[in-house]
């Protein structure tokens, strides 16, 4: 035999024994991997009833290890939640620990169960199985015997009368269409009723919180809170937003000089207290033409707003 004979058979024996030992080293892995514990926490549940199933594997210490998360299909029961505890290791050996919450809304005589985990490995992530563990149906309603007898009875038995919705509806109906002719004829004279009744109450306010002001001592403050609500009122009523304004602007918008001079004389006892003698004048003829605010809006005139003179 030639050397290059013989040293053919030699590498094919290494290889040959090469494979034995790596093969039995793997089997004897496998042998190792134990199934995960996977058990119910009750031995029977009912329609929708929560209970807890627990999923625990040991391991060496250096594996990666995945418990099913919620994307895994847990059929023929539901997941609700889950709950991870932290991995306890003695000796090398590592132990996780999952505890899955489930109910069912399928009925059966026996449900089983029994999830994976999966092991990282050389040859990529290897699932192992836990047991099947069964639980039974608890069912609420007592089925009957074939023997059970019916008996027959024929008391009489007051049945309550029903509401005649049909005559309702036609009821409503009625009352619609005499409304909708209601509010087409009068609408117009209920909302101006309305409109009036309002600006009404609206003055009433303005003149008993106005008049409350004017009782009091003529101080920088009161003056100013005082031309403030007058300015609110006059806004609400003639639709011109003066409180923004200057002393200027606001005459020329309500088209009088002479409330420009008026509101002017209160500008100088607000931002230089001059003047505070003339002020309660001034504020007892502003609520003069608050009444003239009050009437433009209650005539409900489509002109503009123009104030009177005191002299008129």
């Not at 809304?105 to 069964?134: C, H, M, Q, R």
């Not at 003066?242 to 606001?250: C, D, F, L, N, P």
Request: aromatic content about 14%; hydrophobic content about 40%; overall charge negative.
């Amino acid at each position: 035999m030639s050397s290059i004979e013989l040293m053919n058979n030699r590498y094919r024996n290494l290889f040959l024994v090469a494979f034995l030992i790596f093969s039995s080293a793997t089997f004897a892995q496998e042998e190792k991997q134990t199934p995960p514990y996977g058990r119910f926490n009750t031995d029977s549940i009912m329609l929708g009833q929560e209970i807890n199933y627990t999923l625990r594997y040991e391991h060496a210490n250096n594996q990666e290890v995945l418990f099913p998360d919620s994307t895994y299909n847990f059929t023929p029961f539901e997941l609700l939640r889950k709950e991870y505890f932290p991995t306890r290791t003695e000796s090398n050996v590592s132990v996780d620990c999952v505890v899955y919450t489930l109910s069912t809304y399928e009925i059966d005589s026996v449900y089983e169960l029994g999830l994976p985990i999966w092991v990282e490995s050389l040859d990529g992530t290897d699932s192992i199985f836990a047991n099947l563990d069964g639980i039974f149906f608890k069912d609420m309603i007592p089925v009957l015997p074939d023997s059970a007898q019916l008996y027959a009875n024929v008391d009489y038995l007051d049945v309550e009368q029903e509401f005649n919705y049909p005559y309702l509806l036609i009821f409503l109906g009625i009352v619609v269409v005499i409304f909708l002719i209601v509010l087409i004829g009068f609408g117009g004279k209920i909302r101006e009723y309305f409109r009036r009744k309002s600006l009404e109450k609206k003055y009433i306010s303005f003149v008993k919180n106005y008049s409350d002001h004017l009782k009091e001592d003529m101080t920088v403050v009161n003056v100013e809170e005082s031309t403030v609500i007058w300015k609110a009122f006059i806004a609400s009523v003639t639709s011109i937003q003066i409180q923004a304004m200057t002393s200027k602007e606001a005459g020329r918008a309500l088209n009088s000089t002479e409330l420009e001079a008026r509101l002017k004389v209160l500008d100088r006892v607000i931002y230089a207290g001059q003047g505070i003698d003339e002020a309660k004048q001034v504020l007892e003829d502003l609520k003069e033409w608050a009444k003239q605010g009050q009437d433009f809006a209650l005539s409900n005139s489509k002109e503009s707003f123009e104030f009177k003179s005191s002299k008129d």
